[in-house]
C-alpha cells in the first residue's frame, strides 16, 4: 500500500515550473526574455514580489486583469490610470509571456515523470495543474499535456502562492475535498505551506532534509513513484 491507498487520494495536481523540469531553466529564459527591457523587468519583479508577500496565506476575492495592472502601476511607478495599465499589460504580455513562451519549445521534463503520470491515469486519478505563470505550451512541449483535463494559472485570478485564493480555486475546479487532494510542488513556502493552509495534502521535491509540514518528501521522481505507488 502506498501514500495514495493510505490516505484515500482521488486527485493529484502539480506545481510545473521546478516540479516537473529543473527551476533554473525558467529562471534563464525570464532573464532571457526580460534583457530588452531590464528596468521594467525588475520593477516588475519587485512589485510582484511584493503582492505574493502581501496576500500571503490569505483568502482573497480574485482580481480582474484591470484590478491586477492597477496594483502593479501602483507598486512599479505609483501611478495607475486607464493609460498606464493598458501600457503595462501590453508590456507584460510582450516582455516576458509572449517572448518567454517561445524559448520553451525544448523543455525536457525530469527522468520518470511521464511514468508516474501514467500510473496515475491507470488508476483512474483526476490529474490538473496549478502555477503562478501561463502555462502555454510547456505541458505540450514536455509531452504531458494529454494527462491534464484541468490547467490552471494564478494569473487568472491575480493571487500568487502562498495566498490561498488559487488553492481555494484549485479546490473547486476540480470538485475535490481537498483531504483526497495532493498538490506537489517544489517551494516549501509557495506550494506546500500554501496548499496546507489550504486543507491539501502536499508533497514536496527537494534535496534538502527539512520538509516542513509536507506530507511527502522526495528527491527525484522515481523516489515519488515509490512512495505513492
Partial sequence: MGFLDDNSIKAVAFDIDGTFYPLWKTQLRLALASLSSLPFAINYNKARQRMRTED????????SEKERGERMCRYMWNRSDDGDIEFFLQKE???FFSRYEKS?????????????LE???????KMGVLSDFPI???????????????QLSSEDWGRYKPCLTPFEMLISKMDMDPRALLYVGD???KDIEGAKRAGLRTAL??????SGSADIVFRDWSELDRVLF
Avoid: C, H, Q, W
Avoid at 500571503?56 to 482580481?63: D, E, I, Y
Avoid at 500510473?119 to 486519478?125: C, D, F, G, M, P
Fill in 136 to 150: 502555454g505550451s510547456k505541458l505540450k512541449a514536455m509531452g504531458i499535456d494529454r494527462f491534464f483535463t484541468i
Fill in 104 to 116: 520553451f519549445s525544448s523543455i525536457k521534463a525530469y527522468d520518470n515523470v511521464e511514468n508516474v
Fill in 56 to 63: 500571503s496565506f490569505l483568502s482573497l476575492p480574485p482580481l
Fill in 93 to 95: 504580455k510582450k516582455v
Fill in 119 to 125: 500510473k496515475l491515469e491507470k488508476r483512474s486519478i
Fill in 187 to 189: 517551494s516549501l513556502r
Fill in 205 to 210: 521535491l527537494s534535496k534538502k532534509e527539512e
